[in-house]
Antibody, heavy 119, light 110 residues
Framework: QVQLQESGPGLVKSSETLSLTCTVS??????????WSWIRQPPGKGLEWIGY???????NYNPSLKSRVTISVDTSKNQFSLKLSSVTAVDTAVYYC???????????WGQGTMVTVSS | QSVLTQPPSASGTPGQRVTISCSGS????????VNWYQQLPGTAPKLLIY???QRPSGVPDRFSGSKSGTSASLAISGLQSEDEADYYC???????????FGGGTKLTVL
C-alpha cells in the first residue's frame, strides 16, 4: 500500500531555512489523481495547512506562509519537498506530508517529523 | 484562532452516542464539503469522514457525518474506549483558496 515518510533535520536555527522531504512508496507521486501537501501542528495545538503541489509542478500555498514557503516535486525520486525560510520559534511543530484526494481530503498521511527552531 | 469553530472538549460513556459540531461560514462549509480527521494520541491524523458523510474503507459505520448550511457535525455511536482522540473538521475555503481546519475537539471516554 502507499506510504509517505518525512525526512529532514529535527533542529533548525532561527533565521535559517527548514528543509523537509516526503518520500512516496508503494505508489507514484506522478499519479494525476492526487495533489501532495504539507501540514504542520505546533506542540499541543491544531493543524495548519502549509501548501500543496501537483506532479506537474503547480502549487498553492497558505497566504499566511506564502512569502516563506516553497514546495517542489521530484518525480524521478518519487519525492516532494518543503522549504520554509527565515524560521522562528513559532515554526516549531510536527510537520506532516499528506496526499490530497478529489474532495480536498487528506486521505493518507506520513507519520510526521518534529522540527524545533532554536535560537 | 481557527477559521472553523469546534468545542474544545466532549465526553461520553461507553455505548453512548456523542456529537461534535463544526461551525464555519459561507466561504467554507457553506459552499464546500466537510472532512473529519481522528488523531489518536501521539499519532498522525487519519481521515475519518470525507465529502460530508462518506467513510473511507475500514472506518466503522459507528462514525457518521452531516452538514447543514454553514455547520457540520460528526456523530459517534456505540462509543468505545479506543475512540478517545482529538477530532478535527476541515473544509476548503474559497477566500483562502485552500483548506481550513477547526481547532480540534478532545473526546474523552469516561
Amino acid at each position: 500500500q502507499v506510504q509517505l515518510q518525512e525526512s529532514g533535520p529535527g533542529l533548525v536555527k532561527s533565521s535559517e531555512t527548514l528543509s523537509l522531504t516526503c518520500t512516496v512508496s508503494g505508489g507514484s507521486v506522478s499519479s494525476g489523481s492526487y495533489y501532495w501537501s504539507w501540514i504542520r501542528q505546533p506542540p499541543g495545538k491544531g493543524l495548519e495547512w502549509i501548501g500543496y503541489i501537483y506532479y506537474r509542478g503547480s502549487t498553492n500555498y497558505n497566504p499566511s506562509l506564502k512569502s516563506r514557503v516553497t514546495i517542489s516535486v521530484d518525480t524521478s525520486k518519487n519525492q516532494f519537498s518543503l522549504k520554509l525560510s527565515s524560521v522562528t520559534a513559532v515554526d516549531t511543530a510536527v510537520y506532516y506530508c499528506a496526499r490530497v484526494e478529489y474532495h480536498h481530503a487528506f486521505d493518507l498521511w506520513g507519520q510526521g517529523t518534529m522540527v524545533t527552531v532554536s535560537s | 484562532q481557527s477559521v472553523l469553530t469546534q468545542p474544545p472538549s466532549a465526553s461520553g460513556t461507553p455505548g453512548q452516542r456523542v456529537t461534535i459540531s463544526c461551525s464555519g461560514s459561507s466561504s467554507n462549509i457553506g459552499s464546500n464539503t466537510v472532512n473529519w480527521y481522528q488523531q489518536l494520541p501521539g499519532t498522525a491524523p487519519k481521515l475519518l469522514i470525507y465529502n460530508n458523510n462518506q467513510r473511507p474503507s475500514g472506518v466503522p459505520d459507528r462514525f457518521s457525518g452531516s452538514k447543514s448550511g454553514t455547520s457540520a457535525s460528526l456523530a459517534i455511536s456505540g462509543l468505545q474506549s479506543e475512540d478517545e482522540a482529538d477530532y478535527y473538521c476541515a473544509a476548503w475555503d474559497d477566500s483562502l483558496n485552500g483548506p481550513v481546519f477547526g481547532g480540534g475537539t478532545k473526546l474523552t471516554v469516561l
